[in-house]
């Protein structure tokens, strides 16, 4: 029977901050294949991650939730094992589904089978094999959690207990994997597919055909801590950015070229941003800010929507889920609270939510710097409470670089926004058991457990 439905496809970056493309006006770096996804389809203008950190942050985005009230609230927590996702709902939908590249939703500290602890040289940063029940309900599983070494990534394939080696650089290799495993679908049901990027997350290394970049002459953002060393990073940071370009190219070209893919929604996007140099902050995200909290999110579905290039409005994380649904015409789960921004995406006359949640939970603590927070961002205002009582408040409209708190001059309008914000907070803090027991999903099978024996 002929597939009804589209295929979905995602391509999700770590990292990625929304003002670093052609089309969103960075004056450095060239997206050719971004630019032209967002022109034949539809690029928010102004994409939050609402929890601007790895793990939580990828929680939302397959969760519809936010993290403190949703499937994963911590920096090293795992996707709760019957937790509802996107995957488990577009498979009851009829779609296949699969997973590659990195998952950073499922470090259990004790999954490193035998041959990774026995080289530690040779498999390094979080090497963790995921178990089974932590996988969020994808199929097809070519995944890693948070390796962090570009020129030596590895991923595990299916149950095996033993990781695969990516040749050459991690994006390339998994550009590569996903291109052959399309070529090779033959499945009758619609596909449901990831493809998740960790550059141009750090460590700052890309092929050196891609370092094209001057860092003295890069024009920077008037927040920019100009440094050789900030310049350098920065640098090598959109080479990055452009080497995923090429190879968001050559995945588009697959598709294009391939029967039965006609119909292919294909979303991109990143978990959060990075700072790369502004307000004196190198490889850094989890505060508020728009460097780390702003994203790319463009829709792509050619001929089912229409051309619209840069849309205003506000869009965050905890929409994808049910914006999805929504182009596909499928129902929302009630546990959802995101906003369906289908509407938008297909051009009609709708508006968006006038706010957006944004938050710090469970992040790792690495230093005394990382502080939990919660605070909203709207067209005109931005607001934050930090967990030590501190407080930010920026006019967006006549700030936009976050140079001028106003949170202990403007008192009005910080008491406003902070009113708002406990308001949001109430809206949101279910506890999420419920959902576990009300909407779990069953597992598919056993974990393959090769933890080391006590």
Known sequence: MANTRPHIIYILSDEHRGQAMTHMGDPNIRTPVMDRLAGEGASFERAYANC???TPARGTIFSGRHAHSGPVSGFFEAYKATAPSTATIL??????TAYFGKWHCGIVHNQKPELVRDHPDEYKGASMRTPERHRAGFQDWRGMECINQHFASFYYKDRD???TKIPGYETDGLTDLVIDYLKDYDRGEPLFLVLSINPPHFPLEVPEQWERFKPEALEVRPNFTDTPEMRADLATYYAMIENLDWNMGRLMETI??????????TVYFSDH??????HGVSRGKNRPHEESVRIPAIFHWPGRTPAQGTIPGL????DLLPTTLGLINHDIPVHNQGTDLSPLVRGESAEGPDEVLLEMVGNPRWSLQMRDWRGLVTEKWKYAFYETGDQVLFDLEHDPYEMN??????EETRRAMEQRLLQLLADTREPFFDILIEHGVPQDAPDLDVSEPC
């Open 52 to 54: 601007p950190i790895c």
């Open 91 to 96: 498979r009851e939908a009829g779609y296949h």
């Open 161 to 163: 207990e033993n990781p």
């Open 256 to 265: 294009a070229s391939l029967d039965g893919f006609e119909d292919t929604l």
């Open 273 to 278: 941003g990075d700072f790369m140099g502004s």
């Open 315 to 318: 869009f965050s994380l905890v």
């Open 405 to 410: 708190n106003l949170a202990y001059t403007d």
